[in-house]
């Protein structure tokens, strides 16, 4: 088993008899036959030129970034060094503010596959990403800095690239030089750490049952990392007791992984998700519901789930549990199941 951070009591973990009785314990079917070509992805020409020259700059500046093993290997000092040019050689702030505003081709409306890719694109592994720069830029940075760069900047290479198609031909450099992508390049970059923005972050906690392979090619492990992330933000994001935990466990027939995340949250939420939604809240996963953003990241979540295991509806997902959602008692516990490697 693999732990981040020693979970405190007060951290809600479901235990085997909850998983039982909430999430079924053998799934209808194991996996697509091919998730090669799947996903949610636009291309770079339906973005306006600004918006294509920004991520363009900022799939270079991932890349360079997960490309550093010789400085993740050296000290703190060339570490610094090393990071100060970057930000200014792709002039950073710039490219921020671009991010928050990218647009669509002139006389083009933005299509919804092009509102989800965006979504995603400023989402992932981006905020986690900018708090450890702004981390590094503004206070004084942690001596693994650059270890949490480097694991970001190798996760949302692969979202970025999942969510253009034009991107998705040069491979994204494996961490560890390792054909398959394994679960600790999913979760090593937690160990100990926190989630969020600079005006509102948490703790995360991690347990993990599952040491081995998850998937063998790039496309794949990429759809899955849009769905943990769009999940981990917004659990970050409503946590309101500023602790964040992470359950991942293998399914009894061992064939598919089974994440869990949990956060308390506060009354208002509680109450709002209740009247809205009753007693069993699968509904969240259907676009439209937001406490402040646009109501599409739970939904592109079960749109890969749905993809993934080449399932006929969202109501057949639902059915057979392959993700859900529930309160128990000031928690929201949200789960979702992911085949792992053949």
């Given at each position: 088993?693999?732990?981040?951070?020693?979970?405190?009591?007060?951290?809600?973990?479901?235990?085997?008899?909850?998983?039982?009785?909430?999430?079924?314990?053998?799934?209808?079917?194991?996996?697509?036959?091919?998730?090669?070509?799947?996903?949610?992805?636009?291309?770079?020409?339906?973005?306006?030129?600004?918006?294509?020259?920004?991520?363009?700059?900022?799939?270079?500046?991932?890349?360079?970034?997960?490309?550093?093993?010789?400085?993740?290997?050296?000290?703190?000092?060339?570490?610094?060094?090393?990071?100060?040019?970057?930000?200014?050689?792709?002039?950073?702030?710039?490219?921020?503010?671009?991010?928050?505003?990218?647009?669509?081709?002139?006389?083009?409306?933005?299509?919804?596959?092009?509102?989800?890719?965006?979504?995603?694109?400023?989402?992932?592994?981006?905020?986690?990403?900018?708090?450890?720069?702004?981390?590094?830029?503004?206070?004084?940075?942690?001596?693994?800095?650059?270890?949490?760069?480097?694991?970001?900047?190798?996760?949302?290479?692969?979202?970025?690239?999942?969510?253009?198609?034009?991107?998705?031909?040069?491979?994204?450099?494996?961490?560890?030089?390792?054909?398959?992508?394994?679960?600790?390049?999913?979760?090593?970059?937690?160990?100990?750490?926190?989630i969020g923005t600079r005006e509102k972050s948490c703790d995360v906690f991690v347990s993990c049952e599952y040491g081995g392979d998850l998937q063998s090619h790039c496309v794949e492990f990429s759809m899955l990392e849009r769905v943990f992330y769009n999940l981990l933000n917004n659990a970050a994001k409503n946590a309101s007791d500023g602790h964040l935990a992470i359950d991942i466990r293998p399914t009894d027939d061992g064939q598919n992984l089974l994440f869990l995340l949990t956060n308390r949250v506060d009354m208002k939420l509680s109450n709002l998700?209740?009247?809205?939604?009753?007693?069993?809240?699968?509904?969240?996963?259907?676009?439209?519901?937001?406490?402040?953003?646009?109501?599409?990241?739970?939904?592109?979540?079960?749109?890969?789930?749905?993809?993934?295991?080449?399932?006929?509806?969202?109501?057949?997902?639902?059915?057979?549990?392959?993700?859900?959602?529930?309160?128990?008692?000031?928690?929201?516990?949200?789960?979702?199941?992911?085949?792992?490697?053949?």
């Amino acid at each position: 088993m693999i732990y981040t951070k020693t979970m405190p009591a007060t951290i809600f973990r479901p235990d085997k008899g909850f998983v039982e009785n909430l999430v079924p314990r053998m799934l209808q079917q194991n996996r697509a036959p091919d998730t090669k070509t799947r996903g949610l992805h636009v291309r770079i020409s339906e973005f306006s030129e600004t918006s294509q020259a920004t991520l363009i700059n900022l799939q270079a500046f991932l890349l360079e970034i997960a490309s550093a093993q010789n400085v993740l290997e050296s000290d703190f000092g060339p570490q610094c060094v090393f990071t100060r040019d970057l930000l200014v050689r792709h002039r950073y702030q710039e490219m921020m503010d671009h991010i928050r505003h990218l647009t669509p081709s002139p006389g083009t409306p933005a299509s919804p596959i092009f509102k989800k890719a965006v979504h995603d694109i400023r989402g992932g592994a981006l905020p986690s990403l900018t708090m450890n720069i702004d981390l590094f830029l503004y206070y004084l940075p942690p001596q693994d800095f650059f270890h949490k760069l480097y694991h970001l900047s190798h996760d949302h290479l692969r979202i970025l690239r999942n969510c253009i198609v034009d991107f998705a031909s040069a491979p994204v450099p494996r961490v560890g030089g390792q054909e398959s992508a394994r679960v600790g390049e999913l979760i090593e970059k937690w160990r100990g750490t926190r989630i969020g923005t600079r005006e509102k972050s948490c703790d995360v906690f991690v347990s993990c049952e599952y040491g081995g392979d998850l998937q063998s090619h790039c496309v794949e492990f990429s759809m899955l990392e849009r769905v943990f992330y769009n999940l981990l933000n917004n659990a970050a994001k409503n946590a309101s007791d500023g602790h964040l935990a992470i359950d991942i466990r293998p399914t009894d027939d061992g064939q598919n992984l089974l994440f869990l995340l949990t956060n308390r949250v506060d009354m208002k939420l509680s109450n709002l998700l209740k009247s809205r939604f009753g007693s069993r809240m699968d509904g969240l996963f259907k676009e439209g519901f937001t406490t402040g953003g646009n109501g599409v990241g739970m939904g592109v979540c079960a749109e890969m789930v749905v993809n993934v295991y080449d399932l006929k509806s969202f109501e057949d997902a639902v059915k057979w549990g392959y993700f859900g959602c529930s309160l128990v008692k000031d928690y929201f516990v949200c789960w979702f199941h992911w085949p792992l490697s053949k």
